[in-house]
């Protein structure tokens, strides 16, 4: 079974910092790439950031950009987003996003970032 184990939020003073990971485990298949996204209230959910487990390239939103910092742990088949100069704006659930080398996909349950004061 495959689970997301997703860590870190929590609530931040506006300019703070915060640092996500998601470890996965009970993948048969390997991971092509994992991503983070997040959801506010009455909005959409967003890609936040994405990064290639086998290249590490990585994409973010514009939104982010300069801001947040995706990385990845082959050997521990975790991604991690570092999250500085947080504004309100940046107050969502965030979800861990992993896809296989075959097209699976999960999710994690979320991870609840407030930036408040």
């Known amino acids: 079974q495959v689970q997301l184990v997703e860590s870190g939020g929590g609530l931040v003073q506006p300019g703070g910092s915060l640092k996500l990971s998601c470890l996965v485990s009970?993948?048969?298949?390997?991971?092509?790439?994992m991503a983070w996204y997040r959801q506010a209230p009455r909005k959409e959910r967003e890609q936040v950031a994405s990064?290639?487990?086998?290249?590490?390239?990585?994409n973010y939103a514009d939104s982010v950009k300069g801001r947040f910092t995706i990385s990845r742990d082959n050997a521990k088949n975790t991604a991690s987003l570092q999250m500085n100069t947080l504004n309100p704006e940046d107050t969502a659930l965030y979800y861990c996003y992993v896809q296989s080398v075959v097209n699976d996909v999960y999710w994690g349950q979320g991870l609840q970032v407030t930036v408040s004061s």
């Open positions: 990064i290639s487990f086998l290249t590490g390239s990585t």
């Open positions: 009970g993948m048969s298949r390997a991971i092509y790439r």
